[in-house]
């Protein structure tokens, strides 16, 4: 079984990638492959509504967001982490969510269905939890169970020693990680059970218009 594990962050080796690394190393310990995709320095547009991306299953701008779409279905959870930036999420990752998860649905591709993720957020001082809430919202659209911790996942600091000191924040991501694990031995256990998908109906999509 394999992990992404997404850097929001300009800093290839900051803060938000040291909080990942200590979830990869415990993935692996726990017999779960991984992989670190960095989104960059360079701009990430928003997206620009389109709808290309029905049509061609992929984005209509060739950047990091195809490149994730190309590699995501063949990982079984996915993390996704962000600087916070103005007490939001980073703009690159939000723009980067909203292209991959909009040309996922639009397309109808199951790429992220019921596969497990969670978001984890760097911060020096405050904004956390409404970077939190922020990232959580793309998944419970996307019919992605959540994987909890023993608190919200953050970690705390302007560099990455900062973050190493941050032992709660460290030890919430190992929990993290060893959660998401158990999660996945589940799912595939029952799978292989023969637990079956859920049924899933037609989408009704209304605009709140009902006549
Ligand atoms: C544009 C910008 C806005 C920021 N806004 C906040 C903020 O609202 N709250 C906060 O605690 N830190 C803020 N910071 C600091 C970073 O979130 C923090 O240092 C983070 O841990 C850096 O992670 P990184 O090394 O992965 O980039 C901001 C940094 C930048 C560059």
Redesign the pocket.
């Known amino acids: 079984m394999k992990v992404l594990l997404v850097n929001g ?3 290839e080796k ?4 040291t909080a990942l690394a200590e979830i990869a190393t415990t993935l692996e310990s726990e017999g779960i492959e991984t992989q670190i995709f960095w989104l960059g320095i360079k701009p990430l547009s928003g997206c620009i509504a389109c709808k290309t991306c029905a049509k061609i299953g992929k984005c209509v701008f060739n950047d990091k967001v195809n490149e994730f779409l190309a590699i995501a279905n063949n990982f079984d959870g996915y993390i996704f982490g962000s ?5 939001a999420a980073s703009g690159a990752i939000t723009s980067f969510m909203d292209r991959i998860f909009y040309a996922a649905n639009c397309s109808g591709q199951k790429i992220f269905y019921l596969k497990p993720a969670a978001a984890i957020v ?6 956390t939890t409404a970077a939190f809430d922020q990232l959580n919202k793309y998944f419970t659209l996307m019919q992605m169970p959540i994987i909890a911790s023993q608190y919200w996942n953050m970690v705390h ?2 560099k990455p020693e900062d973050v190493k000191k941050d032992l709660e924040g460290l030890q919430t991501m190992r929990t993290l990680a060893r959660n998401m694990a158990f999660y996945l031995r589940c799912k595939e256990a029952g799978l292989k059970a023969g637990v079956p998908l859920p049924t899933q109906e037609v989408g009704i999509y209304t605009n709140f218009i009902r006549d």
């Open positions: 962050s300009p800093h900051g803060c938000t990638y600087p916070v930036h103005w007490a760097s911060a020096r001082r405050a904004g600091g302007a």
